[in-house]
């Protein structure tokens, strides 16, 4: 209720709720996208602050039916999907390719950032990045956001059993390649 | 209670629901039946669960936004919010350096503040498409607005609900935006607010169908921006 009532005053023109739909929000909301990015957390907070924009820009069209941090989320979502889209257009390595560059010791390397390279947070974003956007999405949405099928379903747009079947493909992928980059001690067999 | 090494696929499928708390009880009671007789299940729900805390672990660290870099991100929005609100300040009148004396026809010319002018003509430009397409969408969905340059009040009540949201880019043609909404049939439905305008199908589609359309649009070369308006 009081983000619907936040949007009702952004649409009215004001920044105080602005700011306050931001605050309250923009954890969640950087997380989802970070998780959708596979840890890019510099092209997350850009579709956030791209979303927020457009949150502000369109404000006035939330009706007021349905859930109104659902209806944030799609716009966050459609500017993460905009974030792939550019993804996509830029050259990218092979799995392969970027294994072998991952194997070269980095002398630059700080021993907090070797630590860090070692964290399971770095390993679950380089094995995240290896699933398809589709898989990342409801892996991400159901193990870390603990949603229920039917409202990943309608977050998604896509029925219920492709939810499941994406889930039980992704774990398949997400084992797949632990096991390739020799993280066997990550996954259970 | 004997031990089946098979699973039941429909009920490994819940499992990542049964892990993450949210199935309803009968569910979740079919998945401990099954639980209860497989021993291949369970090695399954330990498979899930470990992947639940690997992605828990590993995305606690994701939104570790610190609050300086968040204040200078609020900061750097509501600047382009204000930008976009506040009308850009007029072109000082007078010139850094003073023009050459010249005296004639062509030194008026010269002497005639062209930067200004062709900003005002442009700006003007702008401003009457804007209208012309807020007053073509008014008079396709029916909506009253209280002004040219955009609506003032919200749309009629009996005005159908936007499935889209439509952004179209600046210098985007009637004639395309007209194309592009019969060929995806589509109609206005909705007041044009800060250039996003509402639009819905002319006939019922599910939300898969939906989810479609607006991917289709957003590709539209017309289209800034698409997105679904709940």
């Known amino acids: ?189 | 209670m004997t031990d089946n090494d098979a699973p039941d696929d429909a009920l490994a499928l819940l499992l990542p629901f049964y892990a993450n708390g949210s199935l309803a009880a009968d569910a979740r009671a079919e998945v401990e039946a099954g639980l209860a007789r497989s021993a291949a299940l369970r090695a399954e729900l330990e498979a899930v669960q470990h992947l639940k805390n690997l992605v828990q672990d590993g995305g606690a660290a994701f939104a570790a936004t610190d609050d300086t870099a968040t204040a200078a991100r609020l900061e750097k929005l509501l600047a382009r919010i204000d930008a976009e609100v506040v009308p850009a300040p007029a072109q000082p009148a007078t010139r850094r350096s003073a023009p050459p004396a010249q005296s004639g026809f062509w030194a008026s010319l010269l002497r005639f503040h062209w930067q200004p002018a062709l900003a005002a003509s442009a700006t003007a430009l702008v401003l009457l498409q804007t209208g012309a397409i807020t007053y073509l969408a008014t008079r396709e969905s029916g909506a009253n607005y209280g002004t040219l340059s955009g609506p003032q009040t919200a749309a009629s009540p009996s005005a159908p609900a936007a499935a889209i949201l439509l952004q179209f880019k600046t210098g985007a043609r009637w004639y395309d935006i007209q194309n592009l909404m019969a060929r995806e049939d589509l109609h206005f439905a909705g007041a044009l607010t800060d250039g996003v305008v509402g639009v819905a199908p002319s006939t019922p589609k599910s939300a898969a169908e939906i989810a479609a359309l607006t991917a289709r649009l957003r590709v539209s070369p017309i289209v800034a921006f698409a997105g679904a308006a709940e």
């Open chain 1, 1 to 189: 209720v009081e983000i619907a009532a936040h949007l009702k005053a952004i649409a009215g023109g004001s920044r105080g709720a602005f700011t306050q739909l931001y605050a309250e929000l923009l954890p969640r909301m950087q997380r989802y996208a970070t998780g959708l990015l596979a840890g890019d957390s510099g092209a997350a907070a850009d579709a956030v602050d791209e979303a927020f924009m457009a949150i502000w820009r369109s404000a006035g069209s939330y009706t007021g039916s349905g859930n109104a941090e659902g209806w944030i989320r799609h716009i966050v979502r459609n500017k993460v999907i905009d974030a792939l889209r550019r993804q996509k257009e830029r050259p990218l390595a092979s799995d392969e390719a970027m294994r072998q560059l991952e194997a070269i010791p980095d002398d630059a390397d700080t021993p907090a950032e070797a630590a860090e390279k070692k964290d399971v947070s770095h390993e679950l974003k380089a094995a995240l990045a290896r699933l398809t956007p589709d898989h990342r999405e409801v892996v991400w949405l159901c193990y870390f956001e603990e949603k229920s099928v039917t409202e990943i379903a309608l977050q998604v747009g896509c029925p219920e059993n492709t939810v499941k079947t994406r889930l039980f493909h992704a774990r398949k992928q997400l084992k797949d390649i632990l096991l390739a980059a020799g993280k066997d001690e990550m996954i259970k067999r």
